[in-house]
């Protein structure tokens, strides 16, 4: 028999069901029995009464007549059973078990109903409890761990989430610029090139950013091969930023602030493998080091090279093959290559902000139908918040619809091109899957610790 999640208890709780509602039928025998005992005593009980009024009527007319009455004869009983012989109890009734270790109790309840016929390969409970009671059971349950049973209308809100996500993905996402691609033309995305136009990111630099760069001077930010002594191979202006893990917007907040304290550049060369350079600048401390950085950050994000995406730098980390060809050789490419050839093109971190339209579009409706639900349906607050897990599905469930879609888009609709994958839909999926598996397991102990409590109570009371 393959073993179930709370297969010990559900057996254990069946089996005490059963027993209870054979002892509840035997206590109505019982009942039943008693009720026609007490009717015949009455009845003997008034025939009794009459007889010994008739009695004394016929001893008194026999005292008138001077007859005497001689002492009462009794008459012989019959011989009851033999008290000391054995026999057969009356009322069958069922064996309960009084065991306060829960893996014994299901053992022995196991046994029991399999003599019963109860079929142990599906749950017990559903086998013996009326559909009432199940129905009481589980709007119990729900009251207090929350509804996460998914009803048409969720299904129907996540699938659209999903759709919509992967359209505004293939229309309006597309790929960062206009770009020709194993001989074919791709149009690039409209949001990205408005936020990449190099009339726009020049005025907005010019205004706004070019102040840093007098303030923001790093150790890290060597342009060239021969500007780190020749230890970076590869490194050229075009590529130096995504090469260097302190221009990236999150892993720079360590190794780049790391870099400026100590006066050392981290980079990544061609082969994919961290080489760190020295250089003569003098060290700081930490927080002139988080300043500087932020610095610089803001002095490059509108340049036309602009900033690599979050955590986009570790891509030149993977030697192995990529599922990604980059000519008409059909050869496949190791993901360091990938990695450089989507940064030339494009896959900067204002691109990264336009593919944040998909995973964007699945929060906002996904969430958005959630309130409304929750008010159209006057769910109570606290109610509702029992139910996070149910939100967290839903959202785990559109946000894969739309990494579905986008891996669709990029294999099938661009051809296997690289430009075409929605970085930040990927990214989304880590935290989602993480806040579903921690709602999911805090679930599952708040529901453990209840059945603890349920099961102590019981055995308090054998």
């Known amino acids: 028999m393959t073993p179930r999640p709370l297969a010990g208890a559900s057996t254990a709780v069946a089996y005490q069901d059963v027993t209870l509602g054979r002892l509840r039928g035997l206590f109505d025998q019982i009942d039943v029995d008693l009720e026609d005992v007490l009717l015949r005593e009455e009845s003997v009980a008034r025939s009794l009464r009459e007889t010994s009024s008739e009695m004394d009527a016929v001893r008194a007319r026999l005292a008138a007549l001077g007859i005497q009455v001689q002492g009462e004869r009794r008459a012989d009983l019959p011989t009851g059973p033999d008290p000391t012989e054995p026999s057969a109890p009356r009322y069958p009734v069922p064996e309960t078990i009084r065991e306060t270790d829960v893996e014994q109790l299901s053992r022995r309840a196991e046994a029991h109903l399999e003599r019963l016929g109860i079929d142990l390969t599906r749950d017990p409970l559903q086998q013996v409890l009326p559909d009432s009671r199940i129905a009481s059971s589980l709007e119990t349950f729900s009251r207090e761990h929350g509804d996460v049973s998914w009803r048409s209308s969720d299904w129907g809100v996540v699938l659209a989430a999903g759709a919509i996500a992967t359209l505004l993905d293939i229309v309006l996402v597309r790929i960062p610029r206009d770009t020709r691609f194993l001989g074919r033309s791709r149009s690039g995305s409209p949001l990205t090139g408005w936020l990449q136009d190099k009339q726009r990111a020049a005025s907005i630099h010019a205004r706004f950013l070019r102040r840093f760069e007098a303030t923001a001077k ?45 006066g050392s550049g981290t980079y990544v060369d061609k082969a994919g493998t961290v080489v760190q350079v020295a250089t003569g600048s003098d060290p700081v401390d930490l927080i002139s080091a988080l300043l500087m950085q932020i610095r610089h950050l803001l002095s490059d994000v509108y340049t036309p090279a ?138 599952d102990r708040r529901i453990a610790r209840g059945l603890e409590e349920t099961w102590a109570q019981l055995a308090s009371g054998l």
């Open 218 to 262: 790093v150790p890290y930010d060597a342009a060239t091969n021969a500007a780190t002594g020749g230890l970076v191979d590869g490194m050229r202006p075009a590529t130096h930023r995504l090469q260097s893990f302190g221009h990236d917007p999150l892993l720079g907040f360590l190794c780049g602030v790391a870099d400026i304290m100590h």
């Open 306 to 443: 602009g900033l690599p995406a979050p955590l986009f730098s570790l891509l030149q980390l993977g030697t192995v093959a990529s599922p990604f060809a980059l000519g008409p050789s059909g050869v496949k490419v190791p993901w360091t290559d990938v990695a450089r050839f989507m940064y030339t093109h494009g896959y900067d971190l204002r691109h990264c902000f336009s593919m944040g339209v998909v995973p964007g579009t699945v929060e906002l409706i996904i969430h958005a139908y959630w309130l409304l639900d929750g008010f159209a349906r006057g769910i109570d607050p606290a109610q509702r918040k029992r139910e996070t897990l149910k939100l967290r599905s839903m959202l785990l469930m559109g946000h894969s619809l739309a990494t579905s879609g986008t891996l669709l888009k990029t294999g099938v609709l661009f051809g296997m091109n690289p430009l075409a994958l929605n970085y930040s839909q990927i990214l989304a999926m880590g935290p989602t899957t993480l806040a579903w598996l921690r709602e999911s397991s805090a679930r």
